[in-house]
């Protein structure tokens, strides 16, 4: 079975809310008040976590279409390794050409393959549409 298209839809957040609260308050764990507290806090996460991936790697992707002339059946492919690039250097610190040789290595393919292709092209859209953070110093040790 595949999996579904998740869209972010005006009622997403709600849905997600009233699923934690329910989820939280069951057996009356917790009171009232704490319980939506926490699903607050909840909801600020996912928001956050859906848009950190979605935004830019549709953007860059927009941008591989014009560029790569790819087969449709490959689209997902590259989609799904753009948001495993973007996740490796984001949380893992690394550059954009370290995630799309990572990401290659892992996919087993070579230069003449059109994912290939496309995934390069991808590597400089997402460094555009996404620069990597940089990441603060640890204070030295005396």
Known sequence: MAGRNRVYRP??????KLKMADYMSRGGRAPLVLVMETVDAMTSGWSAGFFAYRVPVNKAFEQVKAKVELPSVYWGIVKGQ???????????????DDAFSKVVADLGISP?????QA????????????????????????
């Open 11 to 16: 009622s997403s957040e709600f849905r997600y």
């Open 82 to 96: 753009m948001k495993k690039m973007v996740k490796l250097v984001l949380s893992k610190g690394i550059t954009y």
């Open 112 to 116: 003449g393959d059109p994912v290939y």
């Open 119 to 142: 995934l390069e092209v991808a590597k400089d859209a997402l460094a555009a549409v996404l620069p990597k953070t940089p990441v603060p110093a640890s204070p030295a040790s005396p």
